[in-house]
């Protein structure tokens, strides 16, 4: 199908799945839950064959794992819809109410974005997650996988359809692009008057060509480069535990800590015995002139340093005068992602709070909790850094949009 | 300036202004009424260059009047700053918090967006209005006026700064462009780094070109083809008054009724009467061919008619079956904006209000009530029918964005 047909008709069929009941759309992601568990042979069959051209094609092993469907995706695919038929349906909710002089009840209510493109990379998960999220917020959805996941996500698309004809659900709202050509999806991501919503959800090189060539809005985050403060007053022994889980727990996250900033007043008691933790759990540190004084194995950090995102096992540190410093030093190479302070002092955990901005910002608790689970949203559609729409982890309100309701009595504009 | 210093020293600066305390945004706001209303000699002076240019240009006389700053002119936006001084604050409040099961507390807090250029025509109130606004909900702003009224936004500018000067307040998070160089402007528009919102107002035409050339998110409507429809179970009285108003209170105004739909169990007993009142005010109506027969006068409908925002005294009127044929008609011919019933029938009213996903749907009420004022939003930096961020009318709440905050004891991911 032409970009503009094909985007066309995920626009018509969102207009029918705005008003789509609550019930109808659990029924669908029930159906589709039991079709995961009954057709697992056939998925990891049809999945077989992209791992195949994968190692024929020399995939680094990370990526083929990835890639992979085995039972533990399959299971993992099937909760998360169970988890999600819980969640309440943020459509048609009314979020707030007031009356005006004149008698008239004004409030705002939850309605669907419309359309939503989400291109994504080799996860061939992200293909029921997305559908699932859109589908309940009551969203078309066209989704763009990789190429590399064609199979897996030719066959997952064809249960989610499944699933839609079994209800009695048009499918139309629900578009699937096979084609690995870059002109078709740059072309589709033109057309504004069908397509509402873009969100890329793979590395930075993706999600910045997508940018680049989209005249949709896009919601995105490139990069989580994420700093932790440890205050002067702050209880050594929570900073020591939070830095530690933030840095190692799972280093390959955009919400794993990458820059410690310690005030020098507790640098001599904290720093040794915290380098010592990193250091017994194999990570690297490059260090600020005054770390490597009190951390001897620290290596240099050079400017490029405090920019990156290592995603691996290694940490910059810097030790900082003040709490000012450190604020500056996250406006200038921070990423707006997630960022920490541990301390016990009240005005000082408040004014952090308030003058770092970025997409969420904690008081004595780990980076990596920047996750729409961990938070409290349910699932989630990744997170975003643009400042606009939603700031932080996407979840199901994230992809609506409130219009203003207006109950009244005759009342006029005078 | 190039536009890459202008739109960067606006970014530096719009990082500072985001902390600034509540009181001393109020008291640059103060001197700035004081200004104005101190310097209306001066403020005169200079907009009659504008107004002498314009007419020597033979500009229309309705443009002219928009041009022009009188007394009258003077009092409002000296009027609007005081009613803003007495808002809220949107930037630092905590808008939800709850609790999670490891003890975190989490929520939401109001941030600025960042930078936002305004975009607009030749009424240089706005160059006041945009500021203020900005301003108070803590964002850098570019303002780019029409070179019509370069002397006028000016000499307005110029008060902004020694109002901001007056009270301490770096100048550099409120930049004014006074080129009408169109490269100049669209080169603006793909500083995506240091520009996080674009919002056009004025007619179509800039609005299509602005959302053509910015690579930076913008919120816009297009156009206000707004309908009624008077539901079979109408209070009649109740219509009549409520579609006289929409038509006719302000016929130029994007929330003016365009299109009267009107159920054919209610036509015979209130399309006479309506058609009347209509004619007797001036109002040309086109309408369908059962509309014809019921209003000698009218005039035939065609396609194009239906679509068409008229902004004056002339109103297409068409016959429908049932309420399924009115939602259809909007769904097509709509814009999105402002659509209304008028029923006493309960279930009616709630469908109408679910299905209509315009940025305000009335139940007996006037189209022209879509306005920040009279929806209580306060001041309002016009209306979006974007369906991202801020779907209506924008008002100091919609120019910021929220974060997620999380106040801790330590918590990790497990």
């Known amino acids: 199908m032409r970009p503009d047909a094909l985007a066309g008709a995920a626009k018509a069929g969102a207009r029918k799945l705005a008003h789509l009941p609550t019930d109808t759309k659990n029924k669908v992601l029930s159906t589709l839950e039991g079709l995961l568990l009954e057709r697992r042979a056939f998925l990891k069959a049809e999945n077989e064959k992209d791992i195949r051209e994968a190692r024929q094609a020399e995939m680094p092993a990370p990526l083929v794992e990835r890639l992979t469907i085995n039972d533990k995706v399959i299971d993992e695919m099937a909760s998360g819809l169970r988890d999600l038929i819980q969640l309440p349906d943020p459509v048609g909710e009314i979020v707030k109410v007031w009356r005006r002089p004149s008698g008239l009840l004004v409030g705002r209510m939850r309605i669907p974005i419309g359309v939503i493109c989400i291109i994504y990379e080799s996860r061939p998960n992200v293909t029921v997650d997305a559908f699932s999220l859109c589908f309940k917020s009551g969203n078309g959805v066209i989704l763009k996988g990789g190429k590399e996941a064609v199979h897996s996500n030719t066959a997952l698309f064809g249960l989610i359809r499944e699933s839609l004809e079994k209800e009695g659900v048009a499918g139309d709202a629900v578009q699937f692009i096979d084609t690995g050509d870059r002109t078709y999806l740059y072309n589709l991501l033109k057309l504004t ?30 990069k989580g480069v994420c700093a932790i403060y440890v205050d002067e007053h702050a209880d050594t022994k929570v900073a020591l535990d939070v830095c530690l889980n933030a840095k190692v727990q799972k280093p390959a996250t955009c919400n794993a800590m990458e820059t410690l900033l310690v005030h020098r007043s507790i640098a001599l008691q904290f720093l040794p015995a915290m380098a010592k933790a990193f250091v017994e759990r194999g990570v690297r540190i490059k260090g600020c002139r005054r770390t490597k004084e009190l951390v001897p194995g620290a290596e240099p950090a050079g400017e490029a340093d405090w920019h990156e995102e290592y995603l691996d096992l290694i940490l910059t540190v810097k030790i900082v005068d003040s709490m000012d410093e450190a604020i500056a030093h996250i406006g200038t190479y921070g990423s707006e992602h997630t960022d920490a302070i541990i301390t016990t002092d009240y ?23 920047n996750d729409g689970y961990q938070l409290g949203l349910g699932a989630e559609m990744g997170i975003s850094t643009t400042r606009l729409h939603a700031f932080g982890p996407m979840g199901l309100e994230e992809l609506t949009v409130t219009k203003f309701v207006a109950f009244g009595e005759g ?4």
């Open 411 to 414: 009342q006029l504009r005078t």
């Open 347 to 369: 005005n000082n955990a408040w004014r952090f709070l308030r003058e770092v901005n970025s997409s969420l910002v904690l008081v004595n608790a780990s980076t990596r909790l």
């Open 193 to 222: 008057d069908s397509i509402d919503l873009v969100i890329p959800r793979g590395g930075e090189a993706l999600i910045r060509s997508v940018a680049e060539q989209s005249r949709v809005p896009v919601l995105k985050h490139y």
